[in-house]
């Protein structure tokens, strides 16, 4: 099993639709989860944070689920500037090391 | 504040030459990182460094090389360039257990 997976896409949804994306890791003693969003050639820039309580920023809700060892990323109402690859990232528990998903590859289409 | 800055951002090298990724950050974060990301690839981290004087190997080192002098600087050293690094490197710094700040990217091509 991958440390940390992702399902790559591409997914196409159109303007306007809530889309949601899961993250699994394998390792059930990482604490710190943060999505990144990545443009085409471009550096990944963060997203947000995940919290264990859930947390929620505009359109962006982020979610843990500690149980069953994922996190998940809704973005609600789509806009065509929310394409782009959104990763993934777990730390490693015991290094001073981040796991990053290969990323979910969002288009939204007008 | 800058954040992270890398240079140069685009560089093209023949097989064989040696080259310096630069690598700097003014938010005095202690932890910083080397990834490369090929395309349609997820990143590959090469190098880390947790402190000045502290470096240490990640996933992919082979051919490189770090230094980590200063808590500001952390250059990625290319010995003897092969068409196999050829790639996007990327720099970034955090602090422990928090989000890492990621530099533009440097470009490399080899031929």
């Known amino acids: 099993r991958k440390e940390v997976e992702q399902d790559p896409g591409p997914f196409n949804v159109p303007e306007g639709a809530t889309v949601a994306f899961n993250c699994t890791y394998s390792?059930?003693?990482?604490?710190?989860f943060f999505w990144y969003r990545q443009d085409c050639r471009k550096e990944p820039k963060l997203l947000m944070s995940v919290y264990s309580s859930g947390n929620e920023d505009g359109r962006f809700t982020a979610q843990l689920n500690r149980a069953s060892q994922y996190i998940s990323l809704l973005i609600r109402d789509s806009k065509l500037s929310d394409s782009a690859t959104y990763l993934c990232?777990?730390?490693?528990?015991?290094?001073?090391?981040?796991?990053f998903g290969t990323g979910t590859r969002l288009k939204v289409l007008a | 504040n800058a954040g992270v800055t890398q240079t140069p951002k685009f560089r093209i090298l023949k097989i064989g030459q040696s080259m310096t990724l630069q690598c700097a950050q003014d938010?005095?974060?202690?932890?910083m990182y080397w990834y490369r990301q090929d395309p349609g690839m997820g990143l590959k981290l090469i190098y880390y460094?947790?402190?000045?004087?502290?470096?240490d190997k990640g996933e992919v080192p082979n051919g490189y090389n770090v230094s980590r002098s200063t808590t500001e600087d952390f250059p990625l050293r290319l010995e003897l360039a092969a068409p196999s690094q050829t790639s996007v490197y990327f720099c970034a710094s955090c602090v422990s257990n928090q989000p890492q700040h990621f530099g533009d990217g440097t470009r490399l091509s080899i031929l």
């Open positions: 460094s947790v402190g000045a004087g502290i470096t």
């Open positions: 990232v777990v730390n490693s528990p015991g290094t001073y090391k981040y796991i």
């Open positions: 938010m005095n974060h202690n932890y």
């Open positions: 390792n059930s003693a990482s604490q710190s």
